[in-house]
């Protein structure tokens, strides 16, 4: 074998060595994808979570809202009262004996500087409970998170092993994906029957102790109608 014929014999092996799976059809790696996204906005879990996220921060921000509310009032009036000063103020006569009136004005514009840094207050105690408040709400939002993430997981996972899939990648972290391989929706819908079947769970248990109690409340009655006989 001459040395023409030995790179011919190297450039087909190394040719053929990349054409070709190096392992058998069924040892090939299942790869799948799941939006993160999706799971969250769609499924059943993901709406609770962000429900009660939602109702939480109705409810420790209602107050700030109402004292917002009140500031803007009083932000309005001092304003008003602002205006009301200067047009005054530029309406006087220098001629005329104006003391009285001066005074009265020189009275309400200091009043007006009082007001005005007790408005300043108002703000700044507003936007600080502001501030407590988000702090508030992103540490509840990272623990709602990470018992949801938890519960994701455990469900990709058993269906990992359910189907043999050998990779699972998150679509939003991977440049593109061919549509066919994404398992999201297979993902949503065990979510949603893990989901309903607590939900229905908790509901029968409520309804268990609701007939305990009703028991226990009418065997009390017989009871007490036994002794007065």
């Known amino acids: 074998m001459n040395l023409s014929t030995k790179k011919i014999f190297n450039f087909t092996f190394f040719s053929l060595f990349f054409a070709f799976p190096i392992y058998p059809e069924s040892q090939k790696s299942t790869v799948v994808v799941i939006s993160g996204q999706r799971v969250m906005t769609e499924s059943d879990l993901g709406k609770q979570v962000q429900e009660s996220l939602q109702k939480k921060q109705q409810e420790l ?63 700044q105690t507003l936007r600080a409970d502001a501030q407590k408040i988000e702090s508030k709400l992103s540490e509840m939002y990272q623990k709602e998170m990470a018992k949801i993430d938890t519960q994701i997981k455990e469900t990709i996972k058993e269906l990992a092993q359910r189907f043999n899939w050998d990779v699972v990648l998150m679509e939003e972290s991977v440049v593109y994906s061919n549509p066919d391989i994404s398992k999201t929706n297979l993902v949503i819908e065990e979510l949603n029957k893990k989901t309903r079947a607590k939900k229905l769970e908790k509901k029968q248990a409520i309804e268990k102790q609701s007939t305990s109690n009703d028991k226990k409340t009418t065997n009390t009655k017989s009871t007490a109608e036994d002794d007065n006989t």
């Open 61 to 123: 921000t209602a107050p700030l809202q109402n004292k917002e509310k009140n500031i803007r009032e009083i932000e309005k009036k001092l304003l008003e009262e602002k205006n009301s000063l200067e047009k005054e103020f530029s309406s006087l006569d220098k001629n005329l004996n104006t003391d009285d009136r001066l005074e009265s004005l020189r009275e309400r514009a200091l009043k007006l500087e009082d007001d005005k840094r007790n408005l300043d207050r108002m703000v």
